[in-house]
């Protein structure tokens, strides 16, 4: 009653105090006079940077003020010296220059996390090389125990397949399966096969290739969906080893800058959809509420499941906390260029009459996508090949015009190969490209072998066209595939210069180092809705920055060449 009288009697002073204009304004400084300023004190100060914002509207700043893990201002120090105060930390950059906490638009984080744990084949050169990593885990296993691993790519050794052949007399009690670094096929031993019942009577899988001899004997890769045909007697990771990836992930992630990433899910089409679920119940939602989680995560399930998602942001809202995100629905139309399963327009050179594979029927991921986006969810799509990317652009325009207009950033994840004229559909329709600029290093050799010069030169890795039609371009690394490191996949981006190469591969496409920033930083917070709480350095964000080791933005914005000295994140130095 009280609060009544004195809230009415307020109400009705200002709206007469507001007819009279002179008295108004004593009004007010008699008021302000009366209420001491409340002060406000920065946990922590950064002072004396080269502070890059990934914000238009404020560039560059020399400092920053913290409070509460988030960004009180950020400026010249003259004008945010007054937030120190008792107790404010101030560090001196020394004129380091700090960018954004970094984010990953495309990871696997917990299969990267157990990749980390198990035989890691990225980078091998030689067929003995691999032979000997797989002896070396063998050595060190139990009997019967799977050996798990991945990271292989058979373009490193000249393009000869793996085959059971190889690892069976090092492997005769142990079953095998090694992911190749794409994610599309698998090599198991003769153990593995035997154990889940591939022989040369198993027919292919809709979706999936069983390599065989021309006795029709399996050679031991399996490609896409034949690959379930083993996933399944895979022995299940346990729940531990899961939460123990996650961490393990997370300050990896963190040691190369990134402080956000949108874990996709499932490492490759095949595994049970349930999966991504269960991982959010035992592993997420764990380390988020025992304050686990390190990095800002957002979450993308598989389309199957999209009314759970949906059920799920409806009770809960898209922020979970300032750790974890729900994120929209991921599906996939084709495979992979390495593994020659990327859906063309136009036949593999290397393997006539192949056009790649469509691994999901377009209807159904047709009335997927429908159902999902009119009930407000966002779509991502895995699209590799020319044709791929041309049908999910057809499907998203279709779907955007029966829904009606909104705002709704549909992305394809890869967007690698483009047919003339589709790059500029990206921007005209607000598409959103997420694309990872550092597979193009492992492609610049074998695209012109399985597309031709030509077709290679005219489609790939397309950036700077994309960038060229508005389209908002996110940068990811597609980690475990290749590895996390937005620094480097900035340089690639801006150079195209892959291995053993002097000159870039498709220099047009070239990108500006900002331009490339701006997709590791901002773009990729805004294809996943995440703008409004990070993504720059902007006042009332969370506090994610990346202290590097350069103190010059003329010599970093050359080639991006700098290494990461600090990490914070929520204003907190979590690294090292
Ligand atoms: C800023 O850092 C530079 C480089 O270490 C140093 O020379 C300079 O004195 C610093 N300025 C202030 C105001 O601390
Ligand atoms: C897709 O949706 C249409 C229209 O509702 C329906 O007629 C069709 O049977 C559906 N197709 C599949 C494969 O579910």
Not at 228 to 238: A, G, I, N, R
Not at 397 to 416: K, L, T
Not at 501 to 527: G, K, N, R, V, Y
Request: charged share 20%; glycine share 8%.
């Amino acid at each position: 009653m009280n609060r009544f009288v004195v809230v009415s009697a307020a109400v009705f002073l200002l709206i007469s105090l507001a007819y009279l204009p002179l008295l108004n304004q004593l009004y007010w400084s008699t008021l302000t006079s009366l209420i001491p300023p409340v002060r406000v004190v920065a946990d922590l100060v950064v002072t004396n940077g080269t502070i890059f914002t990934s914000d238009k509207s404020l560039p560059f700043a020399d400092s920053m003020a913290i409070r509460n893990g988030r960004i009180l201002k950020v400026g010249s120090f003259t004008t945010l010296k007054d937030f120190v105060g008792d107790g404010t930390v101030e560090v001196n950059l020394e004129e380091k220059v700090v960018v954004p906490g970094l984010i990953d638009s495309h990871v696997h984080l917990i299969s990267g996390g157990l990749q980390m744990a198990q035989v890691g084949l990225r980078g091998v050169s030689q067929k003995e090389e691999f032979c000997k990593m797989v002896k070396d885990a063998v050595q060190n296993a139990k009997e019967g125990s799977w050996i798990l691993g991945g990271g292989w790519n058979n373009d490193f050794w000249g393009g000869e397949l793996p085959s059971a052949s190889w690892i069976d007399e090092i492997s005769p009690h142990n079953p095998v399966w090694l992911i190749r670094m794409d994610g599309h096929m698998a090599l198991a031993n003769s153990l593995t096969l035997k154990i889940a019942g591939v022989t040369s009577f198993t027919e292919d899988p809709v979706g999936g290739t069983i390599m065989r001899l021309p006795s029709g004997e399996p050679t031991g890769l399996l490609i896409d969906a034949a690959m379930e045909l083993v996933t399944s007697f895979v022995k299940e990771v346990s729940v531990d080893e899961r939460r123990e990836a996650l961490v393990r992930a997370s300050k990896y992630a963190l040691t190369r800058g990134v402080t956000t990433v949108v874990d996709v899910g499932r490492y490759y089409p095949g595994t049970t959809d349930e999966l991504s679920w269960i991982d959010f119940e035992d592993v997420y939602l764990w380390a988020d509420s025992t304050k686990k989680m390190m990095i800002r995560t957002c979450l993308f399930f598989p389309i199957t499941t999209w009314s759970r998602l949906s059920d799920l942001k409806l009770q809960k809202g898209h922020v979970l906390s300032e750790w974890l995100y729900l994120g929209g629905v991921k599906a996939f139309i084709d495979g992979s260029l390495g593994s020659n399963s990327a859906l063309f327009y136009e036949e593999y050179i290397d393997t006539p009459n192949n056009h790649g594979l469509e691994v999901m029927d377009p209807e159904i991921l047709s009335n997927l996508t429908m159902a999902a986006d009119k009930s407000g969810l966002q779509v991502a799509i895995h699209a590799i090949g020319d044709k791929a990317n041309d049908m999910i652009l057809d499907m998203y325009e279709s779907v955007a015009a029966a829904n009606g207009e909104r705002d709704r950033r549909f992305r394809i994840e890869h967007a690698q190969h483009l047919a003339t004229g589709s790059s500029a559909r990206f921007g005209r329709h607000h598409i959103v490209a997420s694309v990872q600029p550092d597979h193009l290093l492992d492609d610049a050799d074998t695209a012109p072998k399985k597309l031709g010069f030509d077709r290679a030169e005219k489609e790939s890795y397309l950036f700077h066209s994309l960038l060229n039609g508005n389209a908002l371009v996110a940068f990811g690394s597609d980690w475990p595939v290749a590895d996390i490191n937005p620094l480097h996949s900035i340089r690639t981006a801006v150079k195209r210069v892959p291995p053993k190469w002097d000159h870039a591969w498709i220099p047009s496409e070239c990108i500006s180092f900002t331009d490339a920033l701006t997709a590791h930083t901002i773009s990729a917070a805004q294809a996943a809705f995440l703008d409004d709480h990070l993504g720059s350095l902007s006042p009332g964000k969370l506090a994610d920055f990346v202290i590097l080791s350069t103190n010059s933005w003329d010599e970093f914005s050359k080639d991006g060449s700098a290494s990461v000295l600090a990490t914070y994140v929520g204003g907190k130095q979590v690294h090292p």
